[in-house]
């Protein structure tokens, strides 16, 4: 049986040396994420599907501490794809933590509208991410690093028209906890953070939060009045790296949206 993971300061300084490989790191939280775990002296790699998105994400995660270009390297193409996570895995050596960002919403509208090619095709994109995710860390993570994946509060709170993505998303808090109990032998931990609504280019893509103004007032039926920043969702996903105590566990970050 493996032995006990030696117990270390739960704090994200503790993540200084480790290198975390974040997938759907071009942007939005998972850029957050990069330039958070940089300013703690972790190395990042950055996955993506855009090389011009992911060359500018990487210098602004360098930005957030001095340090060596290896310290921050990009893999651009398709989370999916295993080849892709093969090569961001060999390209950065060893890794302790990963962590995938939700690549969108997808798949939405009355489920009797959608065509049934639809579905499959979302379920099996976006529902396989965090599988080919999960494939690709189990037999490379060492004792002691973790996995992280996001989720949103729809899943306890469904709108209409959100039957398939909501699907995806429950799926991979499901997924969080069996996966928590198949890797415990090897000490290496699973969590998911179930994101409210939060400052991001996705966020501003959708009808009526392209402005100051609209972000602004969609945060306003939250109990704290405002929507939540980018950096304040990131952080979520470096407790989760940096607390060994934490595992199998879906923690909400929504200004208390939820309890609205």
Known sequence: MTSPVPVRTPLPASLAGATALLIGGSSGIGL?????????????????????????AAEHVRAAAPGGEDDVLTVAGDAGDERTLDEAFERAGQVQHVYLTAGGISGAGPLADLPPDGIRATLADSLWRPFAAARAAATRLPAGGSLTFSSG??????????????????????????????????????????????????????????SDEGVAAAGQSAPLGRVGTAQEAAAAALFCMANGYVTGQVITVDGGESLA
Do not use: F
């Open 153 to 210: 509060i729809l899943v306890t709170r469904p709108m209409p028209a959100m039957t398939v993505p909501l699907a995806v998303a429950g799926g991979v808090e499901i997924l969080t906890r069996a996966l928590a109990v198949e890797l415990a032998a090897a000490r290496v931990r699973v969590n998911a953070i179930r994101y409210g609504r939060i400052d991001t280019p996705l966020l501003r893509s959708l009808p009526g939060l392209d």
């Open 32 to 56: 957050a994420a990069g330039a958070l775990l940089r300013s703690v002296g972790a190395r990042v790699v950055l996955v993506g599907r855009d090389a011009e998105k992911l060359k500018a």
